[in-house]
């Protein structure tokens, strides 16, 4: 219930125009509405929806304009609106509905949600846009080619579910695209169908290359204005100009990153989210809200149609499947046995096959693949030896000066590993580093990067083109042609006519991931590099084949690998088969959130145990000693009890530095 923001020396007045407002505060107890009266001035500029400046306790924050009414029920005197920031109604009904689903299952604020959803204002891109006088955009001129929608028959539920879709129909799916399958074709073909019926449509992708490509795949079959691209690395001012574009109903169709997923799309019809395994879709701010989750919230709220895809398969997505709540959209078998690659394990050997970077039997496979094409060789590093330790006792090196990890970098002009020895952290010459455990000088690669593998492989094939992708140089494009790529995980160029082999190099390492989802991490990220080959291309993977995950790469599996994984979080009580709640905070705070977690029967409480902190208080500070507590129960009311004890917290003046995550994406 909306309450009284205070007294002021006006008073109340009786039928006065009042307006409920959210104020944007991070205090977990202020999260709700309060009352201000409207003063006359303000009246047509204070709509649901508005920014404004008011007074709360002591000082000025900002808000938006939830609602109106005629009088309030609260028998205090009103404090006034102090200002209107901009008449511009940028926080919709549907939005600010959204927000406050999503604040409460994820045990947040909705002040915090609503800064998610609506991005900073521009005066500058503000005041263009209300010069232009945009208006929706005009009818398609065209009805959209229903030829587009061909990709979707390759699959037995695929035709049924993007027919229900491009009817207007609110279908539910999760789909798992072909091996060597073209996901924006598919993609395209359906977003094109929906806007070309007058539906709204959001699709949030991983990155921007994504982004890109499917913009390109959609083609200049849907009019420019229709469009509109929303990621945050664009600029705040064309972010703010492509958002208002959205909010006045010309752009029918919103492709973007995670924060599109908030979109003020007008009539929308179909939410739709790539590769939702992809750790980017997961918000680093609070209340971390992942858009997977997002979008099925809002399928439920608008009552859209929902499609959820990629070539792995989530827990997530497996558990709607199971439930009920989704329809699978799998690919034909007989198409997958065509498509898929070859895939073999390269296991333990002998201690000398052991020792090499590049085993004979991926040599072997990749000098095959060279024949007709380029091949693909896939490391988990970058750099040129990320990690090092003594070569006598095996002790990680570390750096005298700070305690960062001691790397051997690239540097042509300097022939000797020795002369290029720098610490990660504050790039400190390491030349004449002393193992403090044995006194020894001489460093050995504990771990091996691209930069060193593609020199290997030069090596190992002289007068090939080595073309190298990491994060920091990405490459998009590899020509049709015989030539060595290597890449880390992510950054695999596309190549024209499919990779003719591959090789995963460190596969074993992926599996070694301190993390409770590493199997499904890993293979994730096997099964989106594996779609870049033609189709029956070897795959050699240095791990053992009797891993789950190796084995469902092998048969191409992903639906029955998720399956399993469920199984083993529901024996764990780990997500999403067990709903958790992760804090974050002193020892103090959460010995007291244990003993009043712990308190609820069937409650099963981990922790608190130390854990460095991820989030300094201020980028200058040093990373501090946090402790962690998990929390998971088998009731759908777990984020409700967590924001409750942190509300009461917070109203008492305690634990306000707790963070709180729902259901985590990372459990170490």
């Not at 609110?170 to 395209?188: D, E, I, K, N, Y």
């Not at 009580?573 to 992760?582: F, L, Q």
Request: aromatic content about 4%; overall charge negative.
């Amino acid at each position: 219930m909306p309450e009284s923001a205070g007294t002021s020396d006006a008073g109340r007045i009786p039928g006065q125009e009042v307006a409920r407002v959210l104020v944007d505060t991070s205090l977990p107890h202020m999260d709700r509405l309060f009352d201000y009266s409207v003063p006359e001035d303000f009246d047509s500029a204070a709509s649901p929806g508005a920014r404004v400046r008011v007074r709360l306790g002591s000082r000025t924050h900002d808000g938006f304009v939830i609602s109106r009414c005629h009088g309030s029920d609260h028998g205090s005197r009103l404090r006034s609106i102090d200002s209107v920031v901009s008449p511009v109604p940028v926080l919709t009904s549907e939005v600010a509905d959204l927000s406050r689903m999503v604040a409460d299952h994820y045990a947040g604020s909705m002040s915090d949600v609503v800064r998610l959803a609506v991005p900073p204002r521009h005066a500058g891109a503000e005041r263009a846009w209300s010069e232009l006088a945009l208006a929706p955009a005009d009818a398609m001129p065209a009805a959209p080619d229903p030829d587009r929608l061909r990709a979707w028959s390759a699959y037995p539920a695929g035709a049924a579910f993007a027919a229900h879709v491009a009817d207007g129909e609110p279908a539910r799916a999760v789909w798992s695209c072909a091996p060597a399958g073209r996901w924006t074709v598919a993609l395209a073909g359906l977003v094109t169908q929906v806007a070309g019926a007058g539906g709204g449509v959001v699709v949030v992708l991983p990155d921007r290359t994504d982004v890109e490509d499917l913009v390109s795949a959609i083609g200049p079959e849907i009019p420019e204005p229709w469009l509109s691209v929303l990621r945050a690395d664009v600029g705040p001012a064309a972010r703010y100009r492509e958002f208002l574009r959205v909010l006045s109903g010309q752009a029918r169709i919103v492709i973007g990153t995670r924060a599109a997923s908030f979109a003020p799309v007008v009539n929308l019809r179909l939410a739709a989210i790539w590769d939702d395994a992809d750790p980017s879709h997961c918000e680093l701010r609070a209340p971390y809200p992942h858009a997977r989750e997002v979008l099925a919230l809002r399928s439920r709220l608008t009552g859209c149609a929902l499609l959820v895809g990629g070539y792995h398969r989530t827990c997530e997505a497996q558990q709607w499947v199971e439930t009920g709540w989704a329809h699978q959209v799998n690919p034909d078998v007989g198409e997958v046995r065509r498509l898929r690659p070859t895939v073999a394990a390269l296991g333990t050997a002998g201690p000398v096959e052991a020792a090499r970077r590049i085993p004979s039997g991926a040599a072997a496979a990749l000098r095959e693949g060279l024949e007709s094409g380029p091949v693909l060789v896939v490391t988990a590093r970058r750099g040129y030896v990320p990690v090092t330790a003594c070569q006598q006792c095996r002790e990680l090196a570390q750096c005298p000066r700070c305690g960062g990890t001691l790397t051997i970098t690239e540097d042509p002009d300097v022939e000797s590993d020795h002369s290029r020895i720098r610490c990660a952290a504050c790039e400190s010459p390491g030349q004449d580093w002393t193992c403090p455990e044995c006194g020894g000088t001489k460093l050995r690669a504990v771990r091996v990067g691209a930069l060193r593998t593609a020199e290997e492989l030069g090596r190992m094939f002289p007068g090939l083109p080595v073309i190298i992708s990491t994060g920091e140089r990405p490459t998009r494009q590899a020509e049709d042609r015989p030539a060595l790529v290597v890449a880390t995980s992510g950054v695999e160029p596309v190549a024209e006519n499919g990779y003719a082999a591959a090789a995963f190099l460190d596969a074993r390492l992926d599996l070694r991931r301190p993390d409770v989802r590493a199997s499904e991490q890993a293979l994730h990220r096997w099964m989106n590099a594996c779609a870049l080959l033609r189709p029956g291309a070897k795959v050699m993977i240095v791990a053992d084949s009797d891993e789950p995950c190796v084995q469902a790469l092998i048969r191409w599996d992903p639906a029955g690998f998720a399956a399993a994984e469920l199984e083993r979080r529901a024996e764990l009580a780990m997500p999403p088969a067990v709903p958790m709640v992760r804090f974050d905070g002193t020892e103090q705070d959460l010995r007291t959130v244990a003993e009043a977690m712990g308190g609820i029967d069937g409650i099963r409480v981990r922790g608190p145990r130390p854990v460095a902190d991820e989030f300094p208080r201020t980028r200058a500070a040093e990373p501090t000693t946090q402790y962690r507590l998990l929390v998971s129960w088998a009731d759908a009311g777990l984020a409700g009890e967590a924001r409750r004890l942190v509300v009461a917290m917070s109203s008492a003046h305690r634990g306000g530095a707790i963070r709180v995550q729902v259901d985590p994406f990372v459990i170490e």
